[in-house]
């Protein structure tokens, strides 16, 4: 839309003009928008990374160890375990009395019935025994123990 402009007041007799219309036209200036918005797509692409946090475990250190292949399920029994009692199936939470039914859900159409037990090395080892009784009573033959296989 043009701009109106009104005349200036002290302009007297009979060449006064009325209202004049400027032809400038309102544009957004979209270089200073880009650059914004690039600043902030690089600040959230550098700290959505640093959102993303897993189940910390320490594991036992050994100097043998092999290499875990395949599709496996890994239940996480963090350091504060003797506290909650929860563990992690994947990221989820769950008590350990929820723990057998939700691994039975997870290896019902499977032929292995292997589980991977990752605890915190700062864990007693009853509470060990407590998961393992729990997998067990669902069902799972074999449960493995990973360990961080760096050396002393």
Known sequence: MPKVMASAPNAGGRHQRGRRVGSTLAE??????????????IIFMVAAPMLQRGVEVSLPVATRADDISGER???DVPGTFTEDRRVFIDEEGLGLSALGERVRQLVVDRDDKQVFLR???RLTIQDQVDVIDELRG??????????DPRQR
């Open 138 to 147: 669902a069902g799972i033959t074999q449960v493995g123990l990973p360990i």
């Open 119 to 121: 605890m915190d090395g």
């Open 28 to 41: 957004i200036n979209v270089i200073p928008l880009v650059d914004v918005m690039l600043v902030l797509l």
């Open 73 to 75: 399920i890994f239940v």
